[in-house]
């Protein structure tokens, strides 16, 4: 008697229960309906059918690469989607036409960024001091500013030499490796010689590979990348933020593992030495001049931005790793590229450099390929202001998705989108970037690094495979994971073949 009791009363509760969330359901969606209206001519963007509490989190499980999910709503909805995750409104922008005007046209409309309680505990708490993540500023204009000549440097200019020589030395530096060696498991190798890259070109400091601080310091850095690149349901439902505490801790200790290598080992006294009437000599003495010169830029600031700078070279490595793993599967590109390589320089010849650039078109057109089948998110913007994109109202606040997956993988933008084609950015022999390809958005806060990203792929790339060709050392086949730059730790070992030489 007392089971039937309390069975019925079960069942009581979960019908009200089941009563409350329908009638939520009917509440929010009924909201939706009468939303479609339009307003001062605009028109709301159609929004799916949404769950209570968790709004649309729902619609994009499921997929391999998060984006397809952008994809499929816009077959069903259309071009301008609207979507509640969690707590957070957004709005999903799909196609060229539409990307555009979100990036460049009404550019200074959508120039903020989310605001994710993760990635500000990246930087003390505030979102501000990333260079990536803050919201547009006087202060994100200077600090773009000061990158420039570094991030961007031109042909034929001292830094642009230095930067030749430095990448040159750190390819001398693999292939003794690898000559040791001809097994190597890549990403270790390229991680090191990336991060000797920036701090070189950055901050004027050499590491050896085998100096454990530098070696734990591009590991660090390697993990946060990593993280930062994951999608969690808590950044659109902060109440499940406790169930990363763990981890959340163990990122803090990694980033300050990072600032005390940075402030000890690449640092160290410049601060004090620098002479601020001095021209500098470094992107680290450029910070120290400006904060000795302007008061309102502080050290901390200073100092955050030069760690993400630093942190750059995990993009470039993480890219390279993939860019090698395509190309095991893909001998008739290598051996393209080593044509084009004889051609400039021979086997034997003098070592590769970027300023052999305009003579390899094809390296060129492969390092854009790779690009495009990684497929890597435009990182999301934020609107501020009421605005409005293809005759669609956006309001402000909204957190903004451009689609860039569609861009770079639909069928009616490439031939055989799924294929590893090189050719396709290639005119008349010459390299071309069609219109929709965006890998490094655009407009105000367009990627600061995409130069480096092609110097030191090319320079990398175009340098090992002048003396060697790849193969697989592994028989089971290496999926390579797409839909972003980051890789786990990785096993991928590749197996080198040093290169005969045609007399
Ligand atoms: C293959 C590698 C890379 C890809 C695909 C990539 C892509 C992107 C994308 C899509 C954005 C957002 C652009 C936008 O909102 O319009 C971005 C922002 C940014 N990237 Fe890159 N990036 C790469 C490597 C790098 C490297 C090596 C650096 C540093 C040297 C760098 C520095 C930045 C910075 C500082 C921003 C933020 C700019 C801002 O918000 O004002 N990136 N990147």
């Known amino acids: 008697m007392f089971f039937i009791t309390l069975y019925s009363q079960l069942s009581f509760l979960f019908i009200i229960i ?45 997929y391999d690469v998060p984006y397809k999910a952008f994809s499929e709503l816009g077959k069903k909805y259309g071009n301008i989607i609207k979507l509640q995750l969690g707590n957070v409104k957004c709005v999903v922008i799909n196609d060229q036409k ?30 501000q001091n990333s260079l990536a993540f803050c919201d547009w500023s006087d ?69 050896q590979n085998t100096d454990k601080e530098f070696v734990d310091m591009v590991n660090n850095f390697d993990e946060i990348f990593y993280e930062v690149n994951q999608g969690y349901a808590a950044d659109f439902l902060p109440f499940l933020m406790p169930l990363h505490k763990r981890n959340l801790k163990r990122m803090a200790n990694m980033t300050a593992n990072i600032k005390k290598f940075v402030l000890e080992r690449i640092i160290g006294d410049r601060f004090e030495n620098f ?42 490595a993480n890219f390279l790793v993939k860019l090698f793993a395509f190309l095991l599967k893909e001998p008739t590109v290598q051996q393209r590229i080593q044509n084009e390589i004889d051609n400039a320089v021979g086997i034997e010849g003098r070592a590769i450099g970027i300023s052999d650039r305009n003579k390899l078109p094809y390296t060129e057109a492969t390092i854009f390929e790779a690009i495009r089948l990684i497929a890597s ?26 689609n860039n997956y569609d861009l770079s993988m639909s069928e009616k933008l490439w031939d055989e989108p799924k294929k590893f084609l090189p050719e396709r950015f290639l005119k008349n022999g010459s390299l071309v970037k069609p219109d929709h390809f965006l890998p490094f958005g655009g407009g105000k806060r367009s990627c600061m ?40 730790r990785d096993p991928l070992q590749i197996k080198f073949t040093k290169r005969a030489v045609s007399l």
Not at 31 to 40: A, E, F, G, L, V
Not at 293 to 314: N, Q
Request: glycine letters at 6%; charged letters at 20%.
């Open 18 to 62: 089941l009563v409350i969330v329908i009638l939520l359901i009917i509440y929010e969606n009924l909201n939706i309906r009468k939303s479609k209206t339009s307003d001062n001519g605009l028109l709301e963007p159609p929004m799916p059918f949404k769950i209570p509490l968790i709004g649309h989190l729902h619609l994009l499980g499921g």
């Open 98 to 127: 539409n990307i555009r005007e979100a990036l460049i046209t009404k550019g200074h409309h959508f120039d903020s960024r989310p605001s994710f309680e993760r990635y500000a505990r990246l930087f003390s708490g505030n979102k």
């Open 139 to 207: 202060v994100q204009k200077t600090r773009r500013e000061m990158l420039i000549m570094y991030t961007f440097p031109r042909a034929a200019t001292n830094k642009f030499h230095n930067l030749e020589t430095i990448i040159q030395n750190n390819v001398q530096s693999m292939v003794s490796k690898i000559c040791e060696n001809n097994v190597v498991g890549i990403k270790p190798m390229i991680i090191q010689h990336c991060g000797n890259i920036f701090t070189t070109h950055f901050c004027s400091r050499q590491f």
């Open 275 to 316: 002479d601020a009437a001095d021209e500098p000599s470094d992107y680290v003495e450029s910070l120290i001049q400006h904060v000795k010169k302007v008061k309102s830029f502080d050290w901390e600031m200073a100092l955050f931005a030069l760690e993400d700078i630093i942190g750059g070279h995990s993009a470039v």
């Open 377 to 402: 998110p435009i990182v999301p913007r934020v609107s501020n202001q009421d605005s409005s994109i293809d005759g669609y109202k956006i309001e402000q606040d909204t957190l903004i998705f451009l």
């Open 449 to 488: 690094g995409y130069k480096m990203v092609q110097l030191i792929s090319f320079g990398v790339l175009s340098g090992l495979l002048q003396h060697y060709t790849i193969e697989p050392f592994e028989t089971k086949e290496y999926k390579i994971p797409i839909g972003s730059l980051a890789l786990p």
